[in-house]
Structure formats: C-alpha cells, structure tokens
C-alpha cells in the first residue's frame, strides 16, 4: 500500500498530462493504466493510428493522382496491407514509449492494472490498496452500440477494428457520418474500396457550419464516397464472408438492405466507466452516463475528480488534455481553467476540415448581429500549387464590435490553419487584428487573413 497526494486513473491524453501537470508542479503522483502501454485510446487505437493510415492513404492518393501532373513517373504504385500496418504499429510505439519516457522524467508512477475506487480516497489495483488526497477519474469512453449491430471486429468493426483490418476490403458500409467514418472512409476509399456512408440525419458531420459541411460532402462524393442520407439503420447481420446492413428512409419509412465486405459502426462513444465502482460510492451520474463534475472537475464525492471524455462536453483528447491541466492546477492549490468557447475541432481528411467557435446556424439561433468574411482557397497560390484549391475560410464576426465570434476552414492544412484563430479568439481579437496581421506569403495562412479582410472592407484576391 503506497501513499500519493494525486492517483490518476487511465493514462490517456487527459490522464498522462494530468499525472504529468501535477508531478511538475510538486506533488507525488500515480496514473493506473491497465493497458500494455500508455497513451489511451488516442494513442493505441483512436487519433494516433488513424492519422497515420490517413497520411499513408493520401500518400498513395497523391500517386496516383498528382504525380503525374508534375511530372513525375512511377509505376503502378501497390500497397503492402501488412507493411503499412507495420508502420502504423511503429509510430503507435514511438508516440506510447513517448509517454513512458514522460512519465519517468517527471517521477509519475505507473501503477500497471486495472483500478477500481473500493472507498474515497483509495484506489485499487490488484490486491493493493493505495491511497490518495486527490483522485482523478480520467477513463475515457469506448464505442457505444447500437441495437441489432453485434459487432465482432473482424466483418462488423468500432474503430478499432477498423484500423487493423486483416485485408483491404472491396466494399464497406459506414452507418454513421460523424468524424470517425468519414476519416476511416477515406482510407478505405483510397485504397479503393467502395465506401456508403449512411447516415440518420440529412447532412453529414452534425453540429458543422452547414455551409462547410455540405461543401465537405460534395469534395468527399467527388473522391467517390457514396452517402445514404436520413436513413436510420435497423440492424446488420453476418452473411458468409460479408455483412448486411439494413435502414429505412426517415423520409417515406422505406425499407432498403445493403451488403459490403466490412461495416464500420461509427455512431458516438459513450464514457468508460463500468466496473470502477462508482455506484457503491454514490457518485452522481448523468442521464447519458458521464460523471457529474461541477466547474472545478468534483465530483459529488469529496477528493474526487473527473475529466475528458468520462465527463460532458466534446469527446476530444485535446479538450481532456486542457482539463487534465486545469485539474491539476485545481488540486495544487492554483487556478485551473479551461476556455470551452475556443475548443477547435478538425477532420483530418483531405482537404481537412476545422472550426472554433459558434457556427452560422448558432449565431442565427442566439439572434446575434454577425457578419461572414469568406475566402476560397482559389485565391491562394499556394493552394493551388498543390492542387488543393477547393475550399475556403469562413470567418463569423460580431456585427457591431468586429469581435471574431467562429472560423470554419475546408482546405489544406485547416487543421494547423485553425490555430491562429484559436489565439485570436483567446485575446478577443476583432477580424481587424488579425488581418492587420502580416501574413507571410506564400502560405495557406493568407487565406485566414483574406477571410478576415473579407469581414471589413473586403479580400484583396477575391
Ligand atoms: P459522432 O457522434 O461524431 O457521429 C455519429 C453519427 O452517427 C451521427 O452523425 C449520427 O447522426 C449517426 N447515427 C447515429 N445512429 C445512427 C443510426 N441508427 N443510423 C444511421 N446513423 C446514425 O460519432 P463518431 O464519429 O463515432 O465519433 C465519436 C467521438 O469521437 C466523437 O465525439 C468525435 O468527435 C470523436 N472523434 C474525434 C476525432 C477528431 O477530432 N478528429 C476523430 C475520431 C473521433
């Protein structure tokens, strides 16, 4: 039995940078994490692999589409499934062995297993009981189910089975066109797979500027992704090698089948939870079955705490990374906070995809005075010499004030792109600021400050 003033639990992006936050800041920390290595979800299965299949993936897009434009030959180039798995086996170890080296640098220690919470201030793993002044539920979330779908993970596949697939199919059904399919479609689809989103609600990406959003399905259809809008999956059934996938159209209640070699199920996660005991300790839950925290991350039970994706808010490993902070400077004794307005989100497929802030629809809804500066990425030279010129910036400004109240990026690298907004929105920056900002050229970034000259008196190359 040890004594800590600080036991995390689960060594994901909230929970490593917790443990680490709150090492550098003096206390004796642990972090439990059950799995082989650390890092979560987002490292082992989730953000980390992904991104690299998608890298691959565009890779050989590039290939086969560009390199001739440039003047380049190669030969037909093929793909090793099992040698590019290989290098996605290889950053996931690079990034996970990362964090290990982290963690011993700054004296956190791992307690290896699985923890559960027998009374407050103690954790157990194993058959040891450790104790602590402060502990940290950071346990993340895991696919949720959906009715009538047995997922196996070989033909009907989560995300995680979606990333080590044991062959590159022909076919595959995506029920859902949040980011998880529409990033895992993209791969599948460059590799040449016929890939059918299909999705409940009448456009892709809920909660996306609608404008970007339906800009975004146009540029993945033209990459050959299919959608099947309001259509509502009843169920999905093994057939010999392949899967049937069933939905009705919201629209006239019809019933159509559709079959693929892989269904990939990609309609939200839902916290991790099950199993630490939090019921036997009457820790408040809320209806969708997040722990309840209140704004300093406590929960109802006293030296308890809880963040990232196991409590409410956007399930990113960024928004669990700023509370993890936030929470550690809370139990230090300092002033931990997390800004929710300026929370980006991205879609790392090609173009990427990225917003902060209110979209148009929200602005409409809260009845605020905006205006919109927007820009294509036509415009943008360099764009253009990389054949990513479809797209465009999007800026939303306060009306009155020029205050940037929401961007919304569909182009080359809106995932880097994004963050100068981010910053901007941090200062309270007008759309004035930041195109009074010089911009280097030629760069992708132009086009945010065009899109900003566009809320006042116009773009330059527009
Ligand atoms: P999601 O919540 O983003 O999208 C799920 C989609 O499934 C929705 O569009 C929903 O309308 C649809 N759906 C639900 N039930 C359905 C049914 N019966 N039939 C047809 N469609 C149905 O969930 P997703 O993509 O699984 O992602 C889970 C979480 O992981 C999200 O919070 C996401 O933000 C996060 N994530 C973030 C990434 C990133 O930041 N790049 C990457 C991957 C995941």
């Known amino acids: 039995m040890s004594q ?45 692999p992904s991104k690299a299949l998608l890298h691959a993936t565009h890779s050989l897009h590039e290939a086969h589409e560009n390199f001739a434009k440039m003047g380049i030959t190669v030969d037909h180039p093929t793909v090793d499934w099992a040698k590019m798995q290989g290098y996605k086996a290889d950053v996931i170890g690079q990034n996970t062995k990362g964090i290990e080296f982290l963690f011993k640098k700054n004296k ?11 009374a407050a201030g103690q954790v157990k793993v194993g058959d040891d009981i450790h104790t602590a002044k402060a502990i940290v539920i950071a346990t993340g979330s895991e696919p949720s189910s959906l009715p009538g779908v047995p997922v196996d993970e070989k033909i009907i596949v989560t995300s995680t089975g979606a990333l080590a697939l044991s062959a590159i199919p022909k076919s595959m059904v ?16 460059r590799l040449g797979a016929e ?32 959608f099947v809008l309001g259509a509502a999956v009843q169920g999905a059934e093994v057939t010999g090698d392949g899967a049937k996938v069933s939905y009705k159209l919201r629209k006239d209640d019809s019933a159509h089948d559709i079959t693929a ?46 963040i990232g994706d196991a409590i409410s808010g956007p399930m990113l490993a960024h928004k669990a990374e700023d509370e993890g902070v936030a929470v550690a400077e809370i139990i230090a004794g300092k002033h931990g906070h997390v800004n929710y307005g300026v ?6 497929t090609t173009p990427e995809v990225a917003s902060v802030g209110a979209t148009e629809e929200q602005l409409k809804e809260q009845g605020r005075a905006y205006k919109v500066g927007k820009f294509s990425f036509m415009g943008n030279g360099r764009a253009k010499a990389v054949f990513q010129g479809e797209g465009m910036v999007k800026m939303l400004a306060d009306k009155a004030t020029d205050r940037i109240l929401g ?13 100068e907004v981010c910053v901007a929105m941090e200062f309270g920056a007008s759309a004035e600021d930041l ?28």
Request: proline fraction near 5%.
């Open 261 to 306: 070699d892989v269904v990939l199920v990609a309609t939200g996660r839902k916290p991790y939870v099950a199993g630490l005991g939090l019921d036997a300790l009457g820790v408040e839950m809320l209806p969708r079955g997040q722990v309840k925290t209140d704004d300093h991350f406590r929960t109802s039970v006293p030296g308890l705490y809880a």
């Open 174 to 189: 995506v029920i859902g066109a949040g980011v998880i399919g529409l990033e895992m479609g993209s791969v599948y689809a």
């Open 343 to 348: 929370i980006p989100g991205v879609v790392y």
């Open 195 to 226: 890939v059918t989103v299909v999705e409940y609600l009448d456009a892709i990406t809920p909660g996306m500027d609608a404008e970007i959003a339906k800009a975004f399905q146009k540029l993945l259809q033209k990459q050959g992704i299919k």
């Open 108 to 118: 956190v220690t791992w307690l290896k297993g699985w923890a559960t919470l027998p």
């Open 4 to 48: 800590f003033d600080l036991i995390v639990i689960g060594a994901g992006p909230g929970g490593y940078v917790c443990a680490i936050r709150a090492a550098q800041l003096g206390l004796k920390v642990a972090c439990v994490e059950g799995r082989d290595t650390l890092g979560g979800t987002c490292l082992n299965v989730g953000c980390i």
């Open 435 to 462: 195109a009074r900002t010089c911009h280097a050229h030629p760069t992708y970034s132009e086009a945010v400050r065009e899109a900003a000259l566009a809320c006042g008196d116009g773009a330059i190359h527009a």
């Open 407 to 419: 961007c919304h990026i569909i182009g080359p690298a809106a995932g880097d792109l994004i963050h």
